[in-house]
Structure formats: structure tokens, C-alpha cells
């Protein structure tokens, strides 16, 4: 009867044993649970601080490449403008000075041009001057040969007068000239031819 007893207490005592053995391995397992969920919990509050840590460090890294390519961007589209600028300003002034140069090729050309008609102008001015010239002087001598040609024919007829009349004052001294009526005392009628001399205008 003890012994049952002894066994039954002792069986108690085994039994009491192993559950606060298992209370004390499931507080264990719950310990560790616990710390294992505090562990993930921490690993995923380390990696959602680190992820946002370099998205942050991502986005900043970003945000200054593209501001970046905005100041290149601004930078190139100065430089485009200033160089736009200078084409601009440089086609200006070849123009002006291409202008300035046809300007100057034009007035060149219309001075040689008034030159070159004036200088024709004149030798044609000249060239008709001489013609009346020669014209006048041809006119002269025309007159003057005309004028000549009379004054030696008046000339000519004037020596035949006055030697027909010596001839018959020679013939009417010797007697052989023919006398009025066959009286020797008739006095010989020499015939005396007077020129008019006329000057032309």
C-alpha cells in the first residue's frame, strides 16, 4: 500500500516535473519567438531605414543629375545664342561692307561713266566745231577763189583793152590805122573799157 503510494506520489511528482518542464520550454520557445520576431523586426526596421536611406540617397543623386543637366543644358543654350549672335553680327557687317563695296563699285562706275561721256561730249563738241571750221574756211576759200577768178578776169580783159588800144595808137601813128570818113585829120576813137571792182560780202 505504500508502495503504491510512493509510486503514485512519485508519478505526480514526475508529471508536475515535466509540465513545468514544458512551461518552462514553451516560456523558453516563447522567449526565442519573441526575440526572433524582435530580430526580424529589427532586420526590416534596417532595411526600410537603409532602402529609404538610399532612395533618399538615390533621389538626392537625381535630382542633382538632373539639375546638373538643367545648368548644362542652360549653359549650351547660352553659348548657342551668343554663337547665333556673332553669325548674326558677323553676316551683318559682310553685308555692310559688301553693300558699302557695290556702293562704292556703282558711284566709281557712274563717275568714270560721266567721264567717259563727257569726254565724248567734248570731242564731239570739238569734232563738230572743227567741221564748221573747215566748213567756213572752205566757204572762204570758195569766195575767194571765186573772188580771184573775177578780179583776174576783169584783170585779163583790162590788159586786152589797153593793148588793142596801144596797138591802134601805133597803127594811127604810122598811118595805118582806119580813120572816119577817109579824112586823115579824124582823131582814132580808142574805146576805154572801165571796171567796176565789187567786193563780195
Known amino acids: 500500500m505504500a508502495s503504491h503510494d510512493q509510486s503514485y506520489k512519485a508519478g505526480e511528482a514526475t508529471g508536475v516535473a515535466e509540465e513545468k518542464a514544458n512551461q518552462m520550454m514553451g516560456k523558453t520557445r516563447g522567449a526565442t519567438d519573441a526575440m526572433k520576431d524582435k530580430a526580424q523586426q529589427a532586420k526590416d526596421?534596417?532595411?526600410?531605414?537603409?532602402?529609404?536611406?538610399?532612395?533618399?540617397?538615390?533621389?538626392?543623386?537625381?535630382?542633382?543629375?538632373?539639375?546638373?543637366?538643367?545648368?548644362?543644358?542652360?549653359?549650351?543654350?547660352?553659348?548657342?545664342?551668343?554663337?547665333?549672335?556673332?553669325?548674326?553680327?558677323?553676316?551683318?557687317?559682310?553685308?555692310?561692307?559688301?553693300?558699302?563695296?557695290?556702293?562704292?563699285?556703282?558711284?566709281?562706275a557712274g563717275a568714270a561713266q560721266a567721264t567717259k561721256d563727257k569726254a565724248y561730249g567734248a570731242a564731239q563738241a570739238t569734232k563738230e566745231k572743227a567741221s564748221e571750221m573747215a566748213e567756213a574756211a572752205k566757204e572762204t576759200a570758195q569766195a575767194g577763189s571765186e573772188k580771184t577768178g573775177g578780179i583776174l578776169q576783169r584783170t585779163g580783159e583790162q590788159v586786152k583793152t589797153m593793148a588793142q588800144g596801144a596797138a591802134d595808137a601805133v597803127k594811127n601813128t604810122f598811118g595805118m590805122g582806119e580813120t572816119g570818113e577817109d579824112d586823115p585829120t579824124h582823131p582814132t576813137s580808142t574805146t576805154t573799157t572801165r571796171t567796176t571792182k565789187t567786193t563780195r560780202p
Open 45 to 108: 526596421k534596417t532595411m526600410e531605414t537603409a532602402q529609404a536611406a538610399k532612395d533618399k540617397t538615390s533621389e538626392k543623386a537625381q535630382d542633382t543629375k538632373g539639375r546638373a543637366q538643367d545648368t548644362k543644358d542652360e549653359a549650351y543654350g547660352a553659348a548657342q545664342t551668343t554663337k547665333d549672335k556673332a553669325a548674326s553680327a558677323a553676316q551683318t557687317t559682310k553685308d555692310k561692307t559688301a553693300g558699302a563695296a557695290q556702293a562704292t563699285k556703282d558711284k566709281t
